[in-house]
T-cell receptor, first 112, second 108 residues
Framework: DAGVIQSPRHEVTEMGQEVTLRCKPI?????LFWYRQTMMRGLELLIY????????DSGMPEDRFSAKMPNASFSTLKIQPSEPRDSAVYFC??????????FGPGTRLTVL | KNEVEQSPQNLTAQEGEFITINCSYS?????LHWLQQHPGGGIVSLFM???GKKKHGRLIATINIQEKHSSLHITASHPRDSAVYIC??????????FGTGTSLTVIP
């Protein structure tokens, strides 16, 4: 299996632009997590899905952030409009049940 | 106060030394995770444990539920063990609390 796939790996954009991050979980995994990592705050859980349904989005910082999972093999995290403070590494992870999580390589987002 | 506290924040060891990283948590948890983040940024899940001890190669993780404490041990440390180790505690509602990480450097 290819593992969790994220794209793009790096994204540089200007403040105010829309940013879409993509994640393909491992086939057969029914949980998908979006995390954000910054130097100041470390790792934070943003939202997670179970069977494509958002279960807990309490970590989503504000309405500018939205996440979808239209099917079992694809999820997006969108920021609109982006701000410099959104600069971070965004990780996607998947798992089956409450087990070991498999992380993607991350997307490094820089908002200028 | 952080829900998950790790110590030490930074650790330098000589190759071959026995290493211990500690994690204390204040939330009720379903299980505790140990993650390893390589210098290149990738994250690997090392252990998930809800009781007792788990071993994988030179890595050992223990947890004491009553004391709300977990330790990660590395035996015969090697420079390739250099990484940031993160303790993560999901509560029963699956809200994750992360420690700030322990940066380990193993010197040859």
């Amino acid at each position: 299996d290819a593992g969790v796939i994220q794209s793009p790996r790096h994204e540089v954009t200007e403040m105010g632009q829309e940013v879409t991050l993509r994640c393909k979980p491992i086939s057969g995994h029914d949980y998908l997590f979006w995390y954000r990592q910054t130097m100041m705050r470390g790792l934070e859980l943003l939202i997670y899905f179970n069977n494509n349904v958002p279960i807990d989005d309490s970590g989503m910082p504000e309405d500018r952030f939205s996440a979808k999972m239209p099917n079992a093999s694809f999820s997006t995290l969108k920021i609109q409009p982006s701000e410099p403070r959104d600069s971070a590494v965004y990780f996607c992870a998947s798992t089956t049940g409450p087990g070991t999580q498999y992380f993607g390589p991350g997307t490094r987002l820089t908002v200028l | 106060k952080n829900e998950v506290e790790q110590s030490p924040q930074n650790l330098t060891a000589q190759e071959g030394e026995f290493i211990t990283i500690n994690c204390s948590y204040s939330v009720g948890i379903s299980a505790l995770h140990w993650l390893q983040q390589h210098p290149g940024g990738g994250i690997v899940s090392l252990f998930m444990l809800s009781s007792g001890k788990k071993k994988h190669g030179r890595l050992i993780a223990t947890i004491n539920i009553q004391e709300k404490h977990s330790s990660l041990h590395i035996t015969a440390s090697h420079p390739r063990d250099s990484a940031v180790y993160i303790c993560a505690a999901p509560n029963t509602g699956n809200q994750f609390y992360f420690g700030t990480g322990t940066s380990l450097t193993v010197i040859p």
